[in-house]
């Protein structure tokens, strides 16, 4: 086996630092050597999961576990085999090698993922924990299901949430001080969610986007690995770790080709059952109810309401700094403005969308909402708008067929470097949207 088909994870370690996210800070580092995807070099770098220093005691350095399940995916995406210097959970070698990488990497060849090896020693040694429940905390509508159904009378009190975890392994940004600035300023809405919800927040900032391919397509794709790395890093502490999935298991199927532009929480509940370990169980949450369900779920959940952050362009925008926590312009704010919309309880939502715009300009965002690529969330929204006697106008459905063509021509145009090239010389990403287009960074070298 030659080094460039390897990712190579040296001896894990504990650290004291100075975070520019957290101060005084302590780290799970590691030294890794691999070919960056990117540049065909091979390069030495150390990966990192940082934290607050109240939980020192409680990061696992005796395991490679974290950096594994962080890695995971750019080696497959890769075929990049993983060898490791310290152990990694028996447990968690044989669900991995036995059943995640072959069935993933045979079902998703066009994408592509490969069967990659895991190379190093195991160990089947339990690793005692404070039995704490969590589950990753974005704001969104998943988040906030996972967190009020974990919080119900209904869930027996071992499996009742205690923490929640904020990390930074979600960016598919590349700029090291708009990630930073953004982790930030999302720090005290989790802090705010945490309080409201009396629970504990655990915040995570790792480098793991400096391991990957840009732009991001592996990732983007197959990243629930990438997300579960932090209760690895954390396992003295998490005995429970619920993630939240996007989709409802009518979906479900390892061939993402077949799902009509899913990512790989169709199959969530068969990636969890693969990464359990000998002290850390992971949970599929929200499999059970489509996302116009959820947002009927949390629609009375106040915590929500106060807090509910769906906006992917925030970051992006000249001027971030309004009163709402979403732009209430991009599609996935329109997509859940009218979903809320058509059960009846978008003005619960008042403090954190734009609402007053969206009765004002509703036949036009509805029209949007129509052509847009998801299929269901649209299905959905006609079945509630019936069940709940909100009429859709002939507006809506008249714009959505005349947006159609050129939702079509954008997608064609959208590929060609030269379009791209005109797109960002002009600045239209900020005329249109009000942010810089999150994909420029990936796109400005390949259009000098």
Same mark, same amino acid.
């Not at 669900?95 to 895991?118: C, E, F, G, R, W």
């Not at 690529?373 to 079945?383: G, T």
């Given at each position: 086996?030659?080094?460039?088909?390897?990712?190579?994870?040296?001896k894990p370690?504990?650290e004291?630092?100075e975070s520019?996210?957290?101060g005084?800070?302590?780290?799970?580092?590691?030294?890794i050597?691999?070919k960056?995807?990117?540049?065909?070099?091979?390069?030495?770098?150390e990966?990192?999961?940082?934290?607050?220093k109240?939980?020192?005691?409680?990061?696992?350095s005796?395991?490679?576990?974290a950096?594994?399940?962080?890695?995971?995916t750019?080696?497959m995406?890769?075929?990049?085999d993983?060898e490791?210097?310290?152990?990694?959970?028996?447990?968690?070698y044989?669900?991995?090698t036995?059943?995640y990488?072959?069935?993933v990497?045979?079902y998703?060849?066009d994408?592509?993922m490969?069967n990659i090896?895991?190379?190093?020693p195991l160990?089947?040694?339990?690793i005692v924990n404070?039995?704490a429940v969590?589950?990753?905390?974005?704001?969104?509508?998943?988040?906030?299901?996972t967190?009020?159904k974990?919080l119900?009378k209904?869930?027996p009190n071992t499996?009742k /949430?205690t923490?929640?975890?904020y990390? +930074? $392994? !979600?960016?598919?940004?590349? *700029?090291d001080k708009?990630i930073?600035?953004?982790y930030k300023r999302?720090?005290p809405?989790?802090?705010?969610?945490?309080k409201?919800c009396?629970?504990?927040?655990?915040?995570c900032?790792?480098n793991?986007?400096?391991f990957y391919?840009?732009?991001?397509r592996?990732?983007?794709?197959?990243?629930?690995?990438t997300?579960?790395s932090?209760a690895?890093?954390?396992?003295? /502490?998490?005995?429970i770790y619920?993630? +939240? $999935? !996007?989709?409802?298991?009518? *979906?479900?199927?390892?061939d993402l080709?077949?799902t009509?532009?899913?990512?790989?929480q169709?199959f969530?509940v068969?990636t969890l059952s693969?990464?359990n370990n000998?002290?850390?169980n992971?949970?599929s949450a929200?499999q059970?109810?489509s996302?116009?369900e959820?947002?009927?779920y949390?629609?009375?959940?106040?915590p929500?309401?106060?807090?509910?952050r769906?906006?992917a362009?925030?970051?992006?925008?000249k001027?971030?700094?309004?009163?709402?926590?979403?732009c209430?312009m991009?599609p996935?704010c329109l997509?859940?403005?009218?979903q809320f919309?058509?059960i009846?309880k978008l003005d619960?939502?008042?403090d954190v969308?734009n609402?007053?715009e969206f009765?004002k300009?509703?036949?036009?965002?509805i029209a949007?909402?129509?052509?847009?690529n998801?299929?269901s969330y649209?299905?959905d929204?006609k079945k509630?708008?019936?069940?709940n006697?909100?009429k859709i106008s002939?507006g809506?459905?008249l714009?959505a067929?005349l947006?159609?063509?050129?939702k079509?021509l954008k997608?064609i145009l959208k590929?060609s470097?030269?379009v791209?090239?005109?797109?960002?010389?002009l600045n239209?990403d900020?005329?249109i949207y009000g942010?810089?287009?999150?994909?420029?960074?990936s796109?400005?070298?390949?259009?000098?």
């Amino acid at each position: 086996m030659i080094l460039m088909s390897k990712i190579i994870i040296e001896k894990p370690k504990i650290e004291n630092c100075e975070s520019e996210v957290f101060g005084k800070a302590i780290r799970l580092v590691a030294e890794i050597t691999m070919k960056n995807p990117n540049t065909n070099k091979i390069e030495k770098n150390e990966c990192y999961f940082e934290f607050e220093k109240e939980y020192e005691k409680f990061i696992c350095s005796e395991r490679s576990d974290a950096f594994v399940m962080g890695l995971l995916t750019t080696a497959m995406e890769n075929n990049m085999d993983i060898e490791f210097e310290m152990p990694i959970s028996e447990k968690l070698y044989y669900q991995l090698t036995t059943y995640y990488i072959p069935m993933v990497s045979k079902y998703n060849a066009d994408y592509p993922m490969h069967n990659i090896k895991l190379i190093g020693p195991l160990d089947n040694t339990p690793i005692v924990n404070e039995k704490a429940v969590a589950t990753g905390c974005s704001g969104g509508v998943d988040s906030f299901y996972t967190i009020a159904k974990h919080l119900s009378k209904d869930v027996p009190n071992t499996n009742k /949430l205690t923490h929640i975890v904020y990390s +930074s $392994s !979600g960016t598919s940004d590349i *700029n090291d001080k708009r990630i930073k600035d953004e982790y930030k300023r999302n720090k005290p809405i989790i802090l705010s969610i945490a309080k409201d919800c009396n629970l504990k927040a655990i915040f995570c900032f790792n480098n793991l986007y400096k391991f990957y391919k840009t732009p991001f397509r592996g990732f983007t794709m197959f990243y629930t690995t990438t997300f579960c790395s932090v209760a690895f890093a954390l396992q003295k /502490l998490i005995s429970i770790y619920y993630a +939240s $999935s !996007g989709d409802p298991i009518k *979906n479900f199927s390892l061939d993402l080709t077949k799902t009509h532009g899913h990512d790989s929480q169709v199959f969530d509940v068969y990636t969890l059952s693969c990464i359990n370990n000998e002290n850390l169980n992971f949970y599929s949450a929200g499999q059970e109810y489509s996302r116009i369900e959820k947002e009927q779920y949390i629609s009375d959940f106040i915590p929500a309401q106060k807090n509910l952050r769906v906006c992917a362009s925030m970051p992006y925008l000249k001027n971030p700094e309004t009163k709402y926590k979403n732009c209430s312009m991009c599609p996935k704010c329109l997509r859940t403005m009218t979903q809320f919309y058509v059960i009846n309880k978008l003005d619960c939502f008042k403090d954190v969308f734009n609402i007053e715009e969206f009765y004002k300009h509703k036949t036009k965002y509805i029209a949007k909402m129509i052509v847009s690529n998801k299929k269901s969330y649209v299905d959905d929204m006609k079945k509630f708008a019936k069940i709940n006697k909100v009429k859709i106008s002939f507006g809506s459905y008249l714009l959505a067929y005349l947006y159609k063509p050129f939702k079509l021509l954008k997608n064609i145009l959208k590929k060609s470097l030269f379009v791209r090239k005109i797109y960002y010389k002009l600045n239209l990403d900020y005329k249109i949207y009000g942010y810089r287009d999150p994909k420029y960074e990936s796109y400005k070298e390949k259009i000098k």
